[in-house]
């Protein structure tokens, strides 16, 4: 597998991290509506593998095909720069006003392709059971949240903490790797993981939610965004900046000890000892 050893992957992150915030806003945009769609296109194949075979883990032990694509093809996934950008800003490589700019511009092109491929789907006439399933997992998402009142939100931040601790664990997984079978066995494990457990991951309800409503649930704008997107967003953000970026960055980035200074009353010649009764 070409294992690359913790503190190479740390300069992996803090170069990725540096290069994602240097890329132009068409480039964010359209990596970003790319990794919408291919996220959403997971989801909808893990709910096939779901229902067909009747066992929710079959859905997520196939889930990560799309998350693999995603980092194979360089592409913007917000979730993933909450952690690899502030480790960037630690090292001095950018600054906050770079990595906000990143997350903003890759979120709203992950919005766009999301709900693009979520309006495409909708048109391929899915069979009743999948309808049946979108539709019950977004109301999870939103009214669920919501007849827990102030519980479902610290409920939901929680799960979006967990969720994207995970994922960028993924991404960080396929640093670990100079092969393409290496990395994709090693982002795999992970995002299995988050998916299996049901956590919250904001890309995929940017998908899930939309689509929900397009089929018919009874949601609204307002229970999407105050119930679901805003709250997963925040912990995706704690979690991906905390628990993966940041604690990783602290143990393992080693920085060179400058050798100490030599004190200017010290000469670095000094003269040779004269000893008694010498000729």
Known sequence: MSYIKPEAVLDGMVQGGTNKANLAIKDLLIRGILSGALLGVATTLAFTAALQTGAPIAGAIVFPVGFVMIVLLGLELVTGNFALLPVAAADGKIDVGKMLSNWAW???????????????????????????????????????????GEMGLVTVFVKAMLCNWMVTMGVVMALTSQSTGGKVLAMWLPILTFFAQGFEHSVVNMFVIPAGMMLGAPISL??????????????????????????????????????????????????????????
Do not use: C, D
């Open 106 to 148: 890759v979120f709203f092109g992950n919005l766009i392709g999301s709900v693009i491929y979520a309006a495409l789907f909708s048109l391929t006439a899915p069979n009743a059971a999948m309808v049946e399933q979108i539709i019950k997992v977004a109301t999870a998402k939103t009214a669920g949240y919501q007849s827990m």
């Open 222 to 279: 307002a229970q999407w965004w105050m119930w679901n997107q805003i709250p997963v967003t925040l912990g995706n953000i704690v979690g991906g900046l905390l628990f993966t970026g940041m604690a990783l960055y602290w143990t393992h980035r080693k920085h060179e000890v400058a050798p100490a200074p030599v004190p200017a009353s010290v000469s670095l010649q000094s003269e040779p000892v004269r000893l008694k009764g010498a000729l």
